[in-house]
Structures are given as structure tokens and as C-alpha cells.
Antibody
Framework: QVQLQESGPGLVKPSQTLSLTCTVSGGSISSGSYYWSWIRQPAGKGLEWIGRIYTRGNAKYNPSLKSRVTISVDTSKNQFSLKLTSVTAADTALYFC???????????????WGQGILVTVSS | DIQMTQSPSSLSASVGDRVTITCRASQYIVTYLNWYQQKPGKAPKLLIYEASSLQTGVPSRFSGSGSGTDFTLTISSLQPEDFATYFCQQSYDTPVTFGGGTNVKIK
């Protein structure tokens, strides 16, 4: 049973870079057909997909954040990471990492999630 | 972006009630539609994938249907642990998008 765990600072100053890591246990991040994704949720609001990475291919990002986001993977550590630059208060949210299983036809679904990490942007 | 519109945004129901939540996509998405349950402060939990496939371990009182642009999540007999928020999500195209959520509350 794969498990995901987010880690990183819970407080980031405006204009700085938010950096989070997701550690995957119970399975190799390189095996199988999965997207490794970041999703966020402001308090009391809905879910926003930030982007994903496929260990055998490129990353894809939400166009609304694309200029500020980088997702990378470190297969040696079984981790993937999120960097979000030039943060503002609007980036305050609960950040989740998640695994998406990919079907043969290309559709996918998020079947494993981390517990989430609250990141507050404030001076 | 593909817009996902859920209705209702909230509902009140009693234990044992049949509950139906709908999700409409702004364009054709075949059956690339998934449903999640989220409780306060917790990560979403996958219930249904590919519109109608029940995720392993999810009770059979949950079911999904639909294709194209219109989809439905049904809870056949609401249980106390089912009071939560439900989200639909499309994976037909990036960016992946979610519905606004339906909060199922106790009547």
C-alpha cells in the first residue's frame, strides 16, 4: 500500500519561494504507470490542480500557475517536489501530493493522497 | 479549461435517504470522470473512477453513472459516515479540473 507524505515550511514570506517535498513509501516512484501530482485547497474552498510529473516524461502545469511552478522528481530518494515562486497571500492553502493511476486509454484518477500540509503566506 | 459544475452545492438528508449529486462538464469528456469524498481537514478519498467503476474498498451503496457531459453520483442509503463533501473531477484534458463540491449535511 503506497503512502505519500508532504514536508516543508508551513510559513513562507510574500515574494519568496514555496518549496515542498512528497516522500513516497511502500512502492517505487519509478514503477508502474502513474502521474505524481500536486493539488491545493484554500481554506473552505475547492480543489485546484497545480501540476504533475511522469517519471518517464515531462511535467505539465496548470496554465494559471505555469510561470511560477516547477515540479521535479528524485527517483533515488523516491520523492517529488514542488517549487512555487513569487508567492502571495492567495497561495495560502492546504497542499496535497497525490498519485494518479493512468489507464490504457490515457484517463487517470487520484487513488493515493498525502495528508496535506498547510502553507501560510505571511510576513 | 474544462469547467465542472456540480449541483446542488449543498444538501441536507437523513440516514437511510437516497442521495443524488450531479456533475456537468463544459465539453465532452467521454467517461473520464472521477468522484471523491472529503471530510474536514482530510485528503479526498477516491470513490468512483471512469464514471462508474467502484474503487476497491468503497461500499457498494456508492454508484456512478453518465457519459459525455452529464454524470451522477448516487448514495443508495445514506450512512452516518457519509456526511462529507463530494467532488467530481475530469481527466480528459489538462488542466485537470474539479467541481465546486457538494456538502452533504445531516437533516
Amino acid at each position: 500500500q503506497v503512502q505519500l507524505q508532504e514536508s516543508g515550511p508551513g510559513l513562507v514570506k510574500p515574494s519568496q519561494t514555496l518549496s515542498l517535498t512528497c516522500t513516497v513509501s511502500g512502492g517505487s516512484i519509478s514503477s508502474g504507470s502513474y502521474y505524481w501530482s500536486w493539488i491545493r485547497q484554500p481554506a473552505g474552498k475547492g480543489l485546484e490542480w497545480i501540476g504533475r510529473i511522469y517519471t518517464r516524461g515531462n511535467a505539465k502545469y496548470n496554465p494559471s500557475l505555469k510561470s511560477r511552478v516547477t515540479i521535479s522528481v528524485d527517483t533515488s530518494k523516491n520523492q517529488f517536489s514542488l517549487k512555487l515562486t513569487s508567492v502571495t497571500a492567495a497561495d495560502t492553502a492546504l497542499y496535497f501530493c497525490a498519485r494518479a493511476s493512468i489507464a490504457t486509454a490515457g484517463n487517470s484518477w487520484f487513488d493515493s493522497w498525502g495528508q496535506g500540509i498547510l502553507v501560510t503566506v505571511s510576513s | 479549461d474544462i469547467q465542472m459544475t456540480q449541483s446542488p452545492s449543498s444538501l441536507s438528508a437523513s440516514v437511510g435517504d437516497r442521495v443524488t449529486i450531479t456533475c456537468r462538464a463544459s465539453q465532452y469528456i467521454v467517461t473520464y470522470l472521477n468522484w471523491y469524498q472529503q471530510k474536514p481537514g482530510k485528503a479526498p478519498k477516491l470513490l468512483i473512477y471512469e464514471a462508474s467503476s467502484l474503487q476497491t474498498g468503497v461500499p457498494s451503496r456508492f454508484s456512478g453513472s453518465g457519459s459525455g457531459t452529464d454524470f451522477t453520483l448516487t448514495i443508495s442509503s445514506l450512512q452516518p459516515e457519509d456526511f462529507a463533501t463530494y467532488f467530481c473531477q475530469q481527466s480528459y484534458d489538462t488542466p485537470v479540473t474539479f467541481g465546486g463540491g457538494t456538502n452533504v449535511k445531516i437533516k
